[in-house]
């Protein structure tokens, strides 16, 4: 963003040697020794500082010229860019504010408190400086492209456009602005616009690495692959020597399937420039999920080179949060700090990197900064623009009202349409219509066909299903290495593909030769996933089940797999079309869901003495609403206490938010209790007297397991699909009386099940067989049901 120096604004000296600062400063020193009180002898020892990049110094030496006399409105600019420059944004604005209202027709001023308000993270205050400065200089393009930025962190990308397109009327041949118009463009859908205008930078300055690098990715993203290998060279011939190029090709090659050879380059470039951020960056989402190690020894790599970088940084948090390996939650714990640390230091970039910052907010239950990262209103659209619609899952809960979480569905179907805009169908072959005597073929497309939770729920219909009239195909892009359950469903259906980091138009192309009658996708936008393969329709119906509780987005999904319980009153909270089972949407299989962890007999109260509720959900599933209910039953159950199982529960950072949390509510945090634990989770809900669910986006998976160890489970019923997964599964399991739909009613539920220990007891006893005698046990009803439907809508 472009200010004045402090040199610009009168304040520094002329440019001198390293011998003669040192020597002039030792001088000033020395008057100083001699006249303490001497504001002129501080201004000029602050602005030898400033000049010099001793910023810290130099805010000491401005604060001091002030006290003793020297004019606060003359150093007001070289004052703040030191502010500014170790990260004191908001006093930097305040060190402006003053002087700029004694002299609103200022120029300088006015600019300068924009970008100052800015970089406090002030938005809205600061379009309205900018726009004064673009009025007292209407042919001054700094202000233009000021306001600019301004308006694209606030999310309104069209206005932006606008400010990006006067600063060029201008100044046509400034390449800078040419890229930032592009990439606003882009964030409207204007795929057009935005490839002219990286165009018009690149051919101004075919060295400039930031703009090769959006028009390859926009070349990348519309399979426009020659030419963007034309840009890649260009770029190499541009700079001989430096590895940008290199870096480019290698990107190339990772979105054409071609890892191996990516991976090869890239390490090549970073034996001999172990820093190199963009190959650090590019090598650590080419390793992703499948390779956590080693992605984040890559980012560590390129942090240490760079420090201050924020886009390492939010890439470092991320990939820290998505670390499971060795010490799961030390990863998170510096994660956590990181992010932290960012947002003191980049108060005006906390809305770009919102998404990973909330994902550690979420995790560690820190209320307070989560909120600080901003409004979904605010921060969906740009996630929807930069094509980051994964990271509304985390955000399903975040609802008050029917329009909030209408919402979120379209926000789902903008991303939706934007996808499918760029992708054309691939051609089926033909078929005639489907008769009773041939077999129908019916594909699952997840990541998670392995020892995950979908498969616990899949698994059913992968095992059971007539051979005679169905051919069942599985897809799956999972990156690491293959597990006992992935060989175990190779064994049992027509074909297992098994096709990870292929790219989605031939992963499309290969399902479409399997002749697909119906293709269900198990995950959304979940990782790994591959949601857009159906934007390319690879099946004659396309359906969402499972993995991904809410309308995924694409308009060629035709369905989505609902029950009577979990189906939304309002038609306006789905996409697709209901693909509606007569009971219940899963079915509790044998994988997940047998004997091997029992139940051990007689009740939690008996043995810790005292009621014990708990959750084993998601943290990204708490909000404050929940936390008062919760709170709420704690007040209401005397002696009661609540355990966290989780495996965010043994941070330090999660205990003491949670207790703050429950404290605020007006309970002892002393009877809250942790136990941090990842995959071995079962045997500790014999700890657990009654789960109490989060909402509104309530557990799935965890309140079947709570049911089948024998723990009751109190929910919230809410409007939303999301917020019904539990109603479906404890009225399918005879459990329906443990279903709220307000607040209050929640709470009663809760405390009187807690009075009614012979209830519980007979529940702990006896719920697993009672499950099997409901549809939610019932595999052999759901398989049935499942396929008679499919049946039903291939059909028509």
Known sequence: MPVPSARAAGASPRQASPGDTRRLEQTLRDRLSAQPNSGLHWQQLAA??????RHAEAVEAFEKAVAHGASAQALAIPWALSLSAIGRHAEAAEVIM????????????????????????????????????????????????????VQELRGDFAAAAASFANGLKLDPRNVELWRLHGRVLRALGDIDGALNSFEKAFALDPRNRDVAGMLIGILLDHGVWDRAQAVAQRLRQALPGEVVGEVMEARIL????????????????????????????????????????????????????APDDPELMDALIESLSRSRYDNEVAHLERAYEISKWLMERFPDRIARFARSLRTVFQRVLDEKRLEQTGALAQLAPAWIAENRVAALHYELGRVDSLEDRIRIVEWHREWGRREQATIRPVQLLARPA???????????????????????????????????????FCFSFYEGERDQVQAYIEGRVDAFRWWPRRPSGDVAQGMAQDDLDILFELGGSTAMNKLDVMAYRPARVGASWLGYPHSAGLERIDYILTDPYIRPADPRLLIEKPFEMPDSWVTLGRLGFHERVPVEEGLPEDRFGAITFGTMNNPYKYTGKCLDAWAAVLRAVPGSRFLFVR?????????????????????????????????????????????????????????????????PTVTLVGMGFPERL???????????????????????????????????????RDLRAIIRQHPLGDTRRFVDAFYAKCTEVCAQ
């Not at 992703?288 to 080179?305: F, I, P, S, T």
Request: hydrophobic share 40%; with cysteine; net charge positive.
């Open 48 to 53: 030898l500082l400033a000049q010099t990049g």
């Open 98 to 149: 003053p002087v700029q209202q004694r002299k609103p027709k200022d120029f300088a001023l006015a600019n300068m408190l924009g970008v100052m308000l800015k970089r406090a993270g002030r938005l809205d205050e600061a379009v309205v400086p900018l726009e004064l400065a673009r009025r007292l200089e209407p042919r001054n393009v700094s202000p233009c492209q000021n306001l600019g930025n």
């Open 254 to 305: 990772l979105r054409r399937g071609r890892i191996a050879e990516a991976q090869a380059l890239l390490e090549s470039v970073i034996a001999r420039t172990p820093g190199e951020r963009n190959a650090n960056l590019l090598l650590a989402r080419l390793h992703g999920d499948g390779n956590r190690r080693a992605a984040n020894k890559a980012l560590e790599r390129a942090h240490a080179a």
């Open 434 to 472: 489907v008769q009773a005597e041939r077999k129908l073929r019916v594909g699952f497309m997840s990541s998670d066909l392995r020892n995950h939770p979908v498969t616990y729920f899949t698994l059913p219909l992968l095992e059971a299903y007539d051979r005679d009239r169905f051919q069942v």
């Open 647 to 711: 495996p965010e529960a043994s941070a330090l950072s999660f205990q003491d938010n949670a207790r703050a949390a429950f404290a605020s509510r007006g309970v002892d945090p002393g009877r809250v209790a942790f136990i941090g634990v990842r995959g071995q989770h079962l045997p500790h809900y014999n700890a657990i007297d009654i789960a109490l669910d989060s909402f509104p986006h309530v557990g799935g998976t965890t309140t079947c397991e709570a049911l089948w160890m024998g723990v």
């Open 726 to 764: 539990s109603y479906s599964n404890l009225s399918n399991a005879g459990l329906g009386e443990m279903c709220a739909f307000t607040p209050e009613e929640f709470v009663q539920k809760a405390a009187a099940l807690a009075e009614d220990k012979l209830r519980r007891r007979i529940l702990r």
